[in-house]
């Protein structure tokens, strides 16, 4: 669970990160690096996709100024993963009642969120 996000920064289970993560259903916590810093392409989204996930959710930044490019967009959806693009703040909100939904119900969900902290 997500408990927090400010400018370039993130709480999650209690420990604060200060890059942009990769968030997995497992609780797992990944470094996320972008080839080109406020844009997601394929390659930079290619290891969540690898984990055959029912939902991958992309925060933008605060501001929204990274882009996801068309191509990346494409990629994820002819795998038959559900897409949800926003700001990182409406992001991480969609990510945590998306799990807790999932938990409430007893439901088994594979859920990547891919968060950029900044900008």
Not at 13 to 33: A, C, H, P, Q, S
Not at 36 to 42: A, S
Not at 85 to 106: C, G, P, R, S, V
Request: glycine fraction near 8%; proline fraction near 1%; charged fraction near 35%.
């Amino acid at each position: 669970m997500i408990e927090k996000y400010s400018f370039g920064a993130i709480v999650i289970d209690g420990k604060e990160y200060n890059y942009d993560v990769e968030v997995r259903w497992t609780g797992e916590i990944l470094k996320w690096w972008r080839k080109e810093g406020h844009v997601v392409d394929i390659e930079d989204v290619e290891r969540a996709v690898e984990e055959n996930p029912d939902t991958i959710i992309i925060g933008t930044g605060a501001f929204g100024v990274c882009k996801v490019k068309k191509d990346c967009q494409e990629f994820i959806e002819k795998k038959g993963i559900k897409l949800v693009i926003d700001n990182t703040e409406k992001a991480i909100k969609i990510f945590n009642d998306l799990l807790q939904k999932l938990a409430k119900e007893e439901q088994e969900g594979k859920i990547i969120g891919l968060f950029h902290l900044t900008c």
